[in-house]
């Protein structure tokens, strides 16, 4: 599953409505003195948090946002209705920043709300001018602008397994393979342009895109994909056995998440030999030692796309794993 993991809207909080100038309609008494209402209160704007990471997809076709007015005040001192509260979802994980501000909120939890944006106030009515000089005020004055700023979004990923690796190691295949995700899948670099989920019995496993060697500084599609990897709780680390050198392919990978941010590198780690298929089965052994060497661990699997029972192993290795953190 495709999905918006960046994007800009234009968000308006209400402006309050304006006081009025009225006047008591009594018998005998056509001006009976001042009875103009306040305007009432525009709504403000609150950002919500969900649990659908998918959610940003919901603002592709709308970019402008705007909380309800306040209602101008009315007779008999009645105030005008405050403007309806405008409630934006967002996924958990994405930061929100104001562009003029630079203020940035982030969303880390599902129902967690955050106010955007302040409401105006409501303008004064005639009797509010009211006073032992000034028995029939004129006065009255106008509600005030709501809030109004552009905002970037940014989804940063929640997951807790990212599946991390070089191009066209197997990530998209296991996904679709575990989930249900349907991860465009091919035999060439960047086939996933934008990180891909798939629930797996509750469990949400993310497919970031392929990493390249200088990503860490912005080569390739860089930063894009590896922003996403901070927010998962562990690591799948694919290494293709088709490669002429996998224990340069894992190091190139180590050096490029820890180039972008040291703590990348203490997640716990899963190393995933792919593509069994395309070696000769006595030369797995020696290959998997050298892994264990560089690595320091030995959780260190292999799997074929074409051994059903070799994907079957494989999540249950990743299931009792989850199930024990």
């Not at 509600?143 to 990923?157: Q, W």
């Given at each position: 599953m495709?999905?918006?993991?960046?994007?800009?809207?234009?968000i308006?909080?209400?402006?309050?409505?304006?006081?009025?100038?009225?006047?008591?309609?009594?018998k005998?008494?056509?001006k009976?003195?001042p009875?103009g209402?306040?305007?009432?209160?525009?709504?403000?704007?609150?950002?919500?948090?969900?649990?659908?990471l998918?959610?940003?997809?919901?603002?592709?076709?709308?970019?402008n946002?705007?909380?309800?007015?306040?209602?101008?005040?009315?007779?008999?001192s009645k105030?005008g209705?405050n403007?309806e509260d405008l409630?934006?979802?967002?996924?958990?994980?994405?930061?929100?920043?104001?562009t003029?501000t630079?203020?940035s909120?982030?969303?880390?939890?599902?129902?967690?709300?955050?106010?955007?944006?302040?409401?105006?106030?409501?303008?004064?009515g005639?009797?509010?001018?009211?006073s032992?000089t000034n028995?029939?005020?004129?006065?009255?004055?106008p509600?005030?602008?709501?809030?109004?700023?552009?905002?970037?979004?940014?989804?940063?990923?929640f997951a807790?397994i990212?599946f991390?690796?070089?191009?066209?190691?197997?990530?998209?295949?296991?996904l679709?393979?575990?989930?249900?995700?349907?991860?465009?899948?091919?035999?060439?670099?960047?086939?996933?342009?934008?990180p891909h989920?798939?629930?797996?019995?509750?469990?949400?496993?993310?497919?970031?895109p392929?990493?390249i060697?200088?990503a860490?500084?912005?080569k390739?599609?860089?930063?894009k994909?590896?922003?996403?990897?901070?927010?998962?709780?562990?690591?799948?680390?694919?290494?293709?056995l088709?490669?002429?050198?996998?224990?340069?392919d894992?190091?190139?990978?180590?050096?490029?998440?820890?180039d972008?941010?040291?703590e990348?590198?203490?997640?716990?780690?899963?190393?995933?030999?792919?593509?069994?298929?395309?070696?000769?089965?006595?030369?797995l052994?020696?290959i998997?030692?050298?892994?264990?060497?560089?690595?320091?661990?030995?959780?260190?699997?292999?799997?074929s796309?074409?051994?059903?029972?070799?994907?079957?192993a494989?999540?249950?290795?990743?299931t009792d794993?989850?199930?024990?953190?």
């Open positions: 495709a999905f918006v993991d960046e994007l800009e809207l234009h308006q909080a209400g402006n309050g409505g304006d006081g009025v100038v009225r006047w008591r309609q009594e005998f008494k056509p009976g003195g009875s209402g306040n305007g009432g209160n525009g709504g403000n704007v609150i950002a919500a948090g969900v649990a659908d998918a959610y940003l997809d919901y603002y592709l076709h709308k970019r946002f705007s909380a309800e007015n306040g209602e101008p005040g009315g007779n008999n105030e209705k403007g409630i934006l979802k967002f996924p958990r994980g994405t930061v929100i920043t104001n003029i630079e203020e909120i982030e969303i880390t939890d599902v129902d967690q709300e955050i106010t955007l944006l302040k409401g105006g106030r409501g303008g004064l005639n009797e509010h001018f009211k032992s028995t029939t005020p004129y006065e009255w004055t509600g005030t602008p709501g809030e109004e700023a552009d905002f970037t979004i940014e989804l940063r990923l807790d990212g991390v690796g070089l191009p066209s190691a197997g990530k998209s295949t296991l679709n393979a575990l989930t249900n995700a349907k991860s465009k899948v091919g035999a060439y670099h960047f086939t996933t342009l934008d989920l798939g629930d797996m019995h509750g469990y949400i496993l993310a497919d970031i392929g990493i060697e200088g860490s500084h912005g390739g599609l860089g930063h994909f590896l922003r996403h990897i901070r927010r998962t709780k562990s690591l799948v680390h694919f290494i293709g088709d490669s002429e050198d996998p224990i340069a894992y190091q190139v990978i180590r050096k490029e998440l820890g972008y941010d040291a990348l590198t203490a997640k716990d780690e899963i190393i995933l030999l792919s593509k069994t298929d395309l070696i000769e089965a006595p030369e052994p020696a998997i030692t050298d892994i264990q060497s560089v690595a320091g661990h030995d959780r260190i699997y292999t799997m796309a074409y051994d059903e029972d070799s994907i079957k494989f999540k249950k290795v990743l794993y989850l199930e024990q953190k």
